[in-house]
C-alpha cells in the first residue's frame, strides 16, 4: 500500500510511514527514492529532492524522535531528552523555499529542508498537544497516530479504507459465524410462546 495522509498533521503522518510497529512491521520508507516520493505526496516540495542513504537514515532517526515523544506526552510522561534534541536540531534548518510562477506555488529543498519541515510540525504538536485530542488507531494492531478534530472526539480509525473497514468487516464475520440467536423464552415453563418445540 502507498502513503496515506490521514493523521491530520506532517509529522503524525511522517511517523506512519512505519507501520504495524507492534507486530509484523511494514517500513514504508524503505529506499531513498521512497522519501523523495513522500516529500511530494506530502505537499513539502514539488519536485523530489536528491536522498542518499545517509539522510535517509537521518529522517527516519527524525521519524522515530517524534514517535516517542508524541507517545510520551499522550501518556503524560516526561519528553526523552534525547529525541527532543533531535527534534530541535532538525528545527533549526532552513524550511523549504517557495516560489511563485505563472504554474502556481513550487516548493524547493533538499533533505535537511524536508527534515526542517517535518521537525517544525512536530514541535507545534507537540507544543499543543495538550490541547489537542492526538489518538492512536483502534484496531488492534495499527499503530498509527492523529488528530481527533471529530466534533464529539469519538473518532476511533486512522482511516475507514484501511483500518474502519478491516474492523466492520471482522464484526461482519464474527456476527455471521456466531449464527441465529437461539430465542430466549419470555417466562418459564412458556417455551412454545417463544418459538421452542418439546423434544420428541
Avoid at 527532543?84 to 523555499?97: Q, R
Avoid at 513550487?106 to 535537511?112: A, F, I, K, L, Y
Avoid at 529542508?113 to 507545534?124: D, G, Y
Wanted: overall charge positive; charged content about 30%.
Amino acid at each position: 500500500m502507498g502513503f496515506v495522509f490521514v493523521s491530520g498533521n506532517l509529522a503524525l503522518d511522517f511517523a506512519g510511514t512505519l507501520k504495524w510497529r507492534r507486530s509484523d512491521q511494514d517500513e514504508l520508507l524503505a529506499t531513498p527514492a521512497d522519501l523523495s516520493r513522500w516529500a511530494v505526496e506530502a505537499g513539502v516540495t514539488t519536485e523530489p529532492p536528491p536522498v542518499g542513504d545517509a539522510d535517509l537514515r537521518r529522517l527516519r532517526t527524525l521519524r522515530e524522535a517524534i514517535y516517542r515523544l508524541v507517545i510520551e506526552g499522550m501518556n503524560d510522561r516526561p519528553w526523552p531528552e534525547d529525541d527532543l534534541h533531535v527534534v530541535n536540531k532538525e528545527a533549526a534548518g532552513a524550511p523549504p523555499g517557495l516560489r511563485l510562477t505563472p504554474a502556481g506555488l513550487v516548493r524547493t529543498g533538499d533533505p535537511t529542508a524536508l527534515a526542517a519541515a517535518v521537525s517544525r510540525s512536530a514541535a507545534e504538536l507537540l507544543a499543543e498537544q495538550g490541547r489537542l485530542r492526538v489518538k492512536e488507531c483502534a484496531f488492534d494492531d495499527c499503530t498509527r497516530l492523529f488528530i481527533d478534530r471529530s466534533r464529539g472526539g469519538n473518532r476511533q480509525w486512522c482511516g475507514m479504507e484501511e483500518c474502519g473497514n478491516r474492523v466492520k468487516v471482522a464484526n461482519y464475520r464474527s456476527r455471521k459465524n456466531a449464527g441465529p440467536r437461539t430465542p430466549v423464552p419470555r417466562r418459564t415453563g412458556d417455551l412454545r410462546s417463544a418459538g421452542w418445540t418439546a423434544s420428541p
